[in-house]
């Protein structure tokens, strides 16, 4: 005879295996100090929403067109988050279906493109992304890329080598955007260049949305074709993707998304995105973001006095990339200096890299984290002391300690997830 499971089973047991690692993973969140620019600390709201019974529904499909029954609740929760990213952005339109920034560039592709269409984006070495070409990813695969370059002086984007390129390649999509570029990207200059060659721009704002969705960087909506981004980098979301743009696009991004590339979409995140985007419009957010920049650029300044060399001099968002060359530490090696230290980052290609990505030149340094936990511009000044002192001290372990002991007194001051268990 069967066994009947009870449904408080369900609920009552816990799987003492992945709990422990859990309760390890959040003890290393509250014991490191996190420079990685494209993480952040999500709310706790935003964490609850989506350990919730959401998850349990299938809901191919859109609002009100779903292959599935039993979607009514699913479908407020789904028309919520499209309505709060429209407003959040001031765009006509918005898909919020995405599983992650790369899946919402798929996306652009499947709707636009024919396999060998021609792709112009910028370098990955330069600070461009995977899902912009690079020829393991699959956008590299299917489609003929070209790449603009930032000024080998300068270390920005040369605007006009750009239109150059352009007007050699033809290219049938431009994007802009980037994963480790410290300057304002000019999407109406990019715009002017896509218009003189016929081409469609698309904006990856992946690492800006939530600079842009707090004022402090131009936007990209209105201005290019399509815009796409994730809601777990500086928009303090879940792990996500997003897609903007004009509703004469609606009909051809939906199909892309579903059935195009995607099948059922993650409700439970969808709902979590609700409540990142409406905390996106909140006063105090519009100041949070301002924080980033304001400590962004102390922090980069502090290093920068202490002879670090930072790429293109400086920044204008919320990272910034050092080049360690003239201190003869490599990126890899820095990663595990400062990460003895309880400062966690990762290694980065600077432009023009001579070494391979998995050793690297340069660092890349984020303040979206340490901001959130209420870090201003004093403590961005510490933070580059002990960065400075870690890295000119790397042999040695005693100073290492000192440097770590700084970091506990730092975490004790601004800790994360007080009275919070999972």
């Given at each position: 005879?069967?066994?009947?499971?009870?449904?408080?089973?369900?609920?009552?047991?816990k799987?003492?295996?992945?709990?422990?690692?859990?309760?390890?993973?959040?003890?290393?969140?509250?014991?490191?100090?996190?420079?990685?620019?494209?993480?952040?600390?999500?709310?706790?709201?935003?964490?609850?929403?989506?350990?919730?019974?959401?998850?349990?529904?299938?809901?191919?499909?859109?609002?009100?067109?779903r292959?599935?029954?039993?979607?009514?609740?699913?479908?407020?929760?789904?028309?919520l988050?499209i309505?709060?990213?429209?407003?959040?952005?001031?765009?006509?339109?918005?898909?919020?279906?995405?599983?992650?920034?790369?899946?919402?560039?798929?996306?652009?592709?499947v709707?636009?493109?024919?396999?060998?269409?021609?792709?112009?984006?910028?370098?990955?070495?330069?600070?461009?992304?995977?899902?912009?070409?690079?020829?393991?990813?699959?956008?590299?695969k299917y489609?003929?890329?070209?790449?603009?370059?930032?000024?080998r002086?300068?270390?920005?984007i040369?605007?006009?080598?750009?239109?150059?390129?352009?007007?050699?390649?033809?290219?049938?999509?431009?994007?802009?955007?980037?994963?480790?570029?410290?300057?304002?990207?000019?999407?109406?200059?990019?715009?002017?260049?896509a218009?003189?060659?016929?081409?469609?721009?698309?904006?990856?704002?992946?690492h800006?949305?939530?600079?842009?969705?707090?004022?402090?960087?131009?936007?990209?909506?209105?201005?290019?074709d399509f815009?796409?981004?994730?809601?777990?980098?500086?928009?303090?979301?879940?792990?996500?993707?997003?897609?903007?743009a004009?509703?004469?696009?609606?009909?051809?991004?939906?199909?892309?998304?579903?059935?195009?590339?995607?099948?059922?979409?993650?409700?439970?995140?969808?709902?979590?995105?609700?409540?990142?985007?409406r905390?996106?419009?909140?006063?105090?957010?519009?100041?949070?973001?301002?924080?980033?920049v304001?400590?962004?650029?102390?922090?980069?300044?502090?290093?920068?006095?202490?002879g670090?060399?930072?790429?293109?001099?400086?920044?204008?968002?919320?990272?910034?990339?050092?080049?360690?060359?003239?201190?003869?530490?490599?990126?890899?090696?820095?990663?595990?200096?400062l990460?003895?230290?309880g400062?966690?980052i990762?290694?980065?290609?600077?432009?023009?890299?001579?070494?391979?990505?998995?050793?690297?030149?340069?660092?890349?340094?984020?303040?979206?984290?340490v901001?959130?936990?209420?870090m201003?511009v004093?403590?961005?000044r510490?933070?580059?002391?002990?960065?400075s002192?870690?890295?000119?001290?790397?042999?040695n372990s005693?100073?290492?300690?000192?440097?770590?002991?700084?970091?506990d007194?730092l975490?004790k001051?601004?800790?994360?997830?007080?009275?919070?268990?999972?």
């Amino acid at each position: 005879m069967a066994t009947k499971l009870k449904n408080n089973t369900l609920s009552k047991e816990k799987d003492l295996e992945i709990q422990k690692i859990i309760e390890k993973e959040l003890a290393r969140q509250k014991s490191k100090l996190l420079l990685i620019a494209s993480e952040n600390y999500a709310s706790q709201e935003v964490i609850k929403t989506m350990g919730t019974v959401l998850t349990n529904k299938y809901a191919e499909g859109y609002p009100n067109k779903r292959y599935y029954g039993g979607c009514e609740y699913v479908d407020e929760v789904e028309s919520l988050a499209i309505k709060r990213a429209k407003k959040l952005f001031n765009s006509k339109y918005s898909n919020v279906q995405p599983h992650s920034g790369v899946n919402a560039n798929i996306a652009i592709y499947v709707a636009v493109l024919e396999p060998y269409d021609k792709i112009l984006s910028m370098n990955l070495t330069d600070g461009g992304h995977l899902s912009h070409g690079q020829s393991h990813n699959l956008s590299g695969k299917y489609f003929t890329i070209y790449n603009y370059n930032v000024d080998r002086e300068t270390e920005v984007i040369d605007y006009e080598e750009v239109r150059k390129t352009a007007k050699k390649v033809k290219p049938k999509l431009i994007i802009a955007g980037a994963s480790s570029y410290s300057r304002i990207i000019d999407f109406k200059k990019f715009r002017e260049i896509a218009d003189e060659v016929g081409a469609y721009l698309m904006a990856d704002i992946a690492h800006i949305a939530g600079l842009i969705a707090g004022g402090v960087h131009p936007t990209s909506v209105d201005v290019a074709d399509f815009t796409t981004g994730t809601t777990h980098k500086t928009l303090r979301g879940p792990r996500g993707g997003f897609i903007l743009a004009g509703d004469k696009y609606k009909d051809i991004l939906n199909q892309a998304i579903f059935p195009g590339s995607q099948g059922g979409p993650l409700m439970h995140v969808i709902a979590a995105k609700a409540v990142c985007f409406r905390e996106a419009m909140q006063d105090s957010y519009k100041e949070y973001a301002k924080d980033i920049v304001k400590n962004c650029k102390a922090l980069c300044e502090s290093l920068k006095e202490d002879g670090f060399r930072i790429v293109s001099g400086g920044t204008d968002n919320h990272l910034f990339l050092i080049d360690l060359s003239n201190k003869d530490i490599t990126g890899f090696e820095a990663t595990g200096i400062l990460g003895s230290c309880g400062i966690v980052i990762n290694k980065n290609l600077i432009p023009y890299d001579k070494k391979n990505p998995t050793v690297a030149s340069g660092i890349r340094i984020g303040t979206a984290a340490v901001t959130t936990q209420g870090m201003g511009v004093n403590e961005m000044r510490q933070i580059g002391e002990i960065i400075s002192f870690a890295l000119h001290n790397k042999d040695n372990s005693k100073k290492l300690k000192e440097a770590k002991n700084k970091v506990d007194k730092l975490l004790k001051d601004f800790p994360i997830y007080q009275n919070f268990n999972q």
